[in-house]
């Protein structure tokens, strides 16, 4: 089993659209939770950090649900611009090992 | 002024040649990263120093030999190239005690 799995998608919208990626990670251990943004040919961009609480920048809303060991990405009113792959990781421990999802592929059409 | 900076950006290269690839960062960060992307666009990764110290070595042929002569570089040597080297290798650097990576621009290597 991969420490962190996503739905490779591509997830297809229409500009406008609410779109949800979801991510399961297998090592209860985790740290720390992100989601990066990795655009064609590009490197990987932190989008946003996530925390148990929840936390919303602009459009984009993640959760975290440690007892079921899932993260989620909302994304709002999407944009062309928005059309990336985003990549759920996860750290390990103390060493800041980050531990990545394969990503979701999302493409935003006009 | 490019924060993580990778060379080659591009590099193409016979089986069995030994190549480098160099990275530099000018953030002052503590920790410096090696990360390979493969075909199906996983990205795993391979080595980490902290301050030229070794911490991290993951499941890596030992082919590849990274080498830190100072905190702000970080090269990777890769021995007698294999078809399956073929991927994009990401450097990258983070402050200690903060989580957020930096990463280089990749470096896209072919081996043929």
């Known amino acids: 089993r991969k420490e962190v799995e996503q739905d490779p998608g591509p997830f297809n919208v229409p500009e406008g659209a609410t779109v949800a990626f979801n991510c399961t990670y297998s090592?209860?251990?985790?740290?720390?939770f992100f989601w990066y943004r990795q655009d064609c040919r590009k490197e990987p961009k932190l989008l946003m950090s996530?925390?148990?609480s929840g936390n919303e920048d602009g459009r984009f809303t993640a959760q975290l649900n440690r007892a079921s060991q899932y993260i989620s990405l909302l994304i709002r009113d999407s944009k062309l611009s928005d059309s990336a792959t985003y990549l759920c990781?996860?750290?390990?421990?103390?060493?800041?090992?980050?531990?990545f999802g394969s990503g979701t592929r999302l493409l935003v059409r006009p | 002024d490019t924060a993580v900076s990778q060379t080659p950006k591009y590099l193409v290269t016979q089986m069995g040649n030994d190549k480098s690839i160099k990275c530099e960062q000018n953030?002052?960060?503590?920790?410096m990263y090696w990360y390979k992307q493969d075909s199906k666009k996983f990205l795993k990764i391979m080595f980490s120093y902290n301050n030229k110290e070794l911490i991290i070595n993951e499941t890596v042929p030992n082919r590849f030999s990274p080498k830190s002569p100072d905190k702000a570089h970080l090269n990777l040597h890769i021995n007698s190239l294999e078809l399956g080297d073929s991927a994009v290798y990401f450097c990258a650097s983070r402050q200690d005690g903060y989580n957020g990576y930096t990463f280089g621009s990749g470096t896209r290597l072919t081996v043929v």
């Open positions: 996530v925390y148990s």
């Open positions: 990781v996860v750290r390990m421990d103390s060493s800041y090992k980050l531990i």
């Open positions: 090592n209860s251990a985790s740290q720390s």
């Open positions: 953030l002052g960060h503590d920790t």
